[in-house]
């Protein structure tokens, strides 16, 4: 049914179960869009819910009978930008978490402790990307990947050893703290949510969402798609095929 769009598409190489092994799909994620189509008639689609796990063709197999149809979902979805934002299985999900979040979060206790300035010398004096950092009491040491001011902390990876908070940590630049806490990277703080639920950056009696609660929640809401209405799909193809044309 929709071979006949796939020869002009090219292909791109997508790792679909994050384990470096990568598959070639349709590179259909230019995000063509068909909203002006499927607006003229709310009826035009309606919604589904992900089995955990399901590959996109899998889905489409099962709503269409037509495995190749899966690209349709990445065109009604704004949230689906290429197939690595599909709702991942628990086992890809914490694959995923482990390799995004892999260093070391050590907080201190004040900004001016990641990052401060001197006004009487005009001169600045931070951690700087990519520096060794080391805890000569612990023999821990790590590399920065991430400086956060914000949150008073810095992010380390290629660690070794085991940080903790009972000494100072020093880095070639001279900078130095006493982290206030040590965490794996996946239990830092992402953001903060009030009494309402609303995203915050205040600390102060709010909510603690950490990186890995907010990847399951962002990977939870990815499972609840729209989705072409069968009796729709050869208007909404015919009017690809005029896009693509253009």
Known sequence: MAQGFFKHIPNINYDFMSDGKFYQAKDLFRKVSVWSY??????????????????????????????TLYWTFFLVNENLQDMNDWPKSQTLLHRYIARKYSGTVLKASS???IVSFNHDTNVSSKFLMGEKVTQTTTDAYGFVT???????????????????????????????????????????VHHYTDSDGLLTTV?????????????????????????????YMGDVLDEFKEIIRD
């Not at 991430?146 to 630049?173: A, C």
């Not at 909510?207 to 009796?231: A, F, G």
């Open 146 to 188: 991430k400086v956060d001011p914000t949150h008073n902390r810095i992010i380390l990876n290629s660690v070794v050893g085991t940080f903790d908070t009972s000494s100072v940590v020093g880095s070639d630049s001279e900078k130095t703290f006493t982290p206030s806490s040590v965490v794996a990277e996946k239990d830092a």
């Open 111 to 113: 900004s001016t402790d």
């Open 203 to 231: 600390s102060t009696s709010n909510t603690v969402v950490t990186n890995e609660e907010y990847e399951r929640d962002l990977n939870d809401e990815k499972h609840l798609i729209r989705y072409i209405e069968p009796k």
């Open 38 to 67: 499927l607006q003229e008639g709310i009826s035009g689609y309606n919604y589904y819910r992900i089995t955990s796990g399901d590959r996109p063709d899998v889905t489409a197999a099962t709503l269409y009978g037509d495995s």
